[in-house]
């Protein structure tokens, strides 16, 4: 079992910037890559960010390259998603998901958090 509690949701002006944190309990934790996701209303859940457990490489939607960031704290078993220069599409409720499947696809993650919302007011 591993368990994800995200935070560092809110409300932010375009162009400010947020970080969301990712808290992964549980024994086999470390044998997931982590993935961060985002549902905006209506909408379906669609890839953001993902980060490999080994080696590190991380993939990102192109919606988000090059202002999205993502990183992984392994002493504390936290993953990050640092988000800057935001638009007001990035408004949406961010999962993060720990998968040892497809990185870039819902259905590939075992076990997700409760989500957090981030609103970007123009």
């Known amino acids: 079992q591993v368990q994800l509690v995200e935070s560092g949701g809110g409300l932010v002006q375009t162009g400010g910037s947020l970080r969301l944190s990712c808290a992964a309990s549980?024994?086999?934790?470390?044998?997931?890559?982590m993935g961060w996701f985002r549902q905006a209303p209506g909408k379906e859940r669609e890839f953001v960010a993902a980060i490999r457990r080994s080696g590190g490489s991380t993939y990102y939607a192109d919606s988000v390259k090059g202002r999205f960031t993502i990183s992984d704290d392994n002493f504390k078993n936290t993953v990050y998603l640092q988000m800057s220069s935001l638009k007001p599409e990035d408004t949406a409720v961010y999962f993060c998901?720990?998968?040892?499947?497809?990185?870039?696809?819902?259905?590939?993650?075992?076990?997700w958090g409760q989500g957090t919302q981030v609103t970007v007011s123009s």
């Open positions: 549980g024994r086999t934790f470390s044998y997931y890559h």
């Open positions: 998901g720990a998968t040892r499947s497809i990185l870039t696809e819902a259905a590939g993650y075992a076990y």
